[in-house]
C-alpha cells in the first residue's frame, strides 16, 4: 500500500534541455529558407527583377529620347556643305559688287545677264545690297545653324560659360531659330525671283544659285522639323547628369 501511494504522489520531473540544444534550435529556426524554382520566393524573385529591368529600361528610354532625336549624320553634312557653299558665292557676288568688277561666265546681252541683274535697283533692299544681306545670312545664321554641332545640340551637358539654365534656354531655341531664319530666307528668294523675271527681266546664275542653295536648305529644315520637332525639352527641367547617363 505504501509503495502505491508514493507511486501516485510522486510528480513527474520536467526535462530540461542543455543550452547547447537550445542554442542549435534557435540557429535552425532563423536560418533563411532555401528559395526553390517553383515556390513562391521565386516568383517574387522573379517579379522584382522584370520591374528592376522595366524600370531601367524606361530610364534608358528616356535618357535616349532627350539625347538621340538628331538629323542623321549625312544630312548634318550635307546642309553644312551647302551652306558654306552659299557662303562662297554672297562673298563672290558681296565683292564683285563693291569693286565693279565683272561677274564671270554670265552673258551680257541675253535673258542670262549678270551685270543686269546685280546692278538693278532691285539689287537694293532699303539701301543695302542684296549681296551683302546674302552674306550676312549665311555667315551669321545658315552657317551657324547648320554646322553639325549646332544639329547636335541636346540638352545634355552645357555650353560654356553659360550657367545650365541659360544653356539649356539656348539649346532649345536652336532648331526653332534654324527654320524660322531658313523661313525668312526662302520668302525673300521668292521676292529676288520674281524681281528677276517680272521686273528685271533678266536672270543671274549666281543669284540662282543661292536661291537653289536656300531652297535645298529650307527643304533640309521642314523636313527634319516634321520628323524630329521643333519642340526642345523645358529648360526649366533638371538635366540629366553624366551619371545617370551611364546607369
Known amino acids: 500500500m505504501a509503495s502505491k501511494s508514493q507511486s501516485r504522489t510522486r510528480k513527474p520531473t520536467a526535462v530540461r534541455s542543455s543550452p547547447t540544444a537550445r542554442t542549435s534550435a534557435i540557429t535552425r529556426s532563423s536560418a533563411p529558407r532555401p528559395v526553390t524554382a517553383g515556390g513562391g520566393g521565386g516568383g517574387n524573385l522573379r517579379a522584382r527583377g522584370a520591374d528592376a529591368r522595366s524600370r531601367d529600361g524606361g530610364r534608358d528610354a528616356e535618357v535616349e529620347s532627350t539625347t538621340t532625336k538628331l538629323a542623321p549624320t549625312w544630312m548634318q553634312w550635307v546642309t553644312f556643305a551647302l551652306a558654306i557653299a552659299g557662303l562662297g558665292v554672297s562673298c563672290y557676288l558681296t565683292y564683285t559688287h563693291f569693286t565693279d568688277s565683272k561677274i564671270l561666265g554670265c552673258a551680257e546681252n541675253s535673258t542670262i545677264n549678270c551685270l543686269k541683274v546685280t546692278t538693278s535697283p532691285q539689287s537694293y533692299v532699303f539701301g543695302i545690297p542684296v549681296a551683302l544681306l546674302g552674306l550676312l545670312f549665311y555667315a551669321l545664321a545658315a552657317v551657324p545653324l547648320m554646322s553639325p554641332w549646332a544639329w547636335r545640340l541636346t540638352r545634355t551637358g552645357r555650353l560654356p560659360f553659360l550657367s545650365p539654365r541659360v544653356s539649356g534656354r539656348v539649346r532649345a531655341a536652336v532648331p526653332t531659330v534654324r ?59 533638371p538635366e540629366p547628369t553624366a551619371n545617370a547617363a551611364a546607369a
Open 179 to 237: 527654320l524660322l531664319s531658313l523661313l525668312v530666307g526662302i520668302i525673300f528668294v521668292l521676292y529676288l525671283i520674281y524681281a528677276e523675271l517680272y521686273e528685271i527681266d533678266a536672270i543671274c546664275l549666281y543669284c540662282t544659285s543661292v536661291h537653289i542653295i536656300t531652297f535645298l536648305l529650307f527643304a533640309f529644315t521642314v523636313f527634319a522639323a516634321a520628323v524630329w520637332g521643333v519642340r526642345a525639352p523645358d529648360p526649366s527641367e
